[in-house]
């Protein structure tokens, strides 16, 4: 059965805005090889990927977060995201800088957020949760209460599971790491040896290193 997330999985696949590279990998900035790279903003640019992700996307948060008063979205990379999900909710929308502006008002959330709203955070990408958790502590320190955070793609490494389980948030994502390699191996887009070699990666990605004997 083709579901949302198996679909979003082939749709980011094929247009290039996830990467499968195990026999060059790619370097994340926290110094990790990987031989994955989600770029999900290219979807911006495919109008039938764009649609299907802003459909998704409020979906999955009305029916997860029916009590959602306003959506946040982490910046950079999910501004865009956030935003197309509150044009198809009809809900207020705001974004939270990764740092307080630096002039004018120094705000560190653009937008109107009241005090008392439920609000789902949106985030791109979650890998360690690190900048998903800050942006969710700047909502609550603005009085509103984050109700859980929408993903387009989660590693869901244990360490996020654990940060996210200690903070007591709720996380949901379109996509995630098991569904994209189930996809890509399905339609060839990766042969066994490469699933094989991402398998491994997950395993431990911070120590991982390509087997140069296997490719």
């Not at 083709?2 to 370097?27: G, M, R, Y």
């Not at 039938?48 to 996307?57: A, H, P, S, T, Y």
């Not at 990766?190 to 991982?208: F, H, L, S, T, Y």
Request: hydrophobic share 45%; charged share 20%; proline share 6%.
């Amino acid at each position: 059965m083709n579901t949302p997330d198996k679909l979003l999985a082939e749709k980011l696949l094929h247009i290039s805005a996830i990467k499968l590279q195990p026999n060059s990998p790619f370097v994340w900035s926290s110094g990790w090889n990987s031989p994955i790279y989600n770029d999900n903003r290219k979807a911006l640019s495919y109008p039938d990927v764009r649609n299907f992700i802003k459909i998704e996307l409020a979906r999955l948060i009305l029916e997860t977060f029916p009590d959602v008063e306003a959506i946040a979205s982490v910046a950079n990379g999910a501004i865009a995201f956030g935003l197309l999900a509150a044009d198809a909710t009809g809900l207020p929308f705001a974004y939270v800088r990764n740092t307080p502006k630096d002039h004018g008002l120094e705000n560190t959330i653009e937008g109107n957020l009241k005090p008392g709203w439920k609000v789902v955070v949106v985030e791109d990408l979650i890998s360690t949760g690190g900048n998903a958790l800050r942006a969710v502590e700047a909502v609550s320190n603005a009085g509103c209460e984050v109700i859980g955070m929408a993903a387009l793609f989660d590693y869901e490494f244990p360490m996020a599971v654990k940060r996210f389980r200690e903070a007591n948030l709720n996380i949901v994502s379109l996509c995630n790491y098991n569904t994209l390699l189930e996809v890509a191996e399905k339609i060839r887009f990766i042969d066994n040896q490469e699933a094989e070699a991402i398998r491994d990666w997950r395993k431990n990605p911070g120590a991982w290193v390509p087997d140069s004997n296997v490719f």
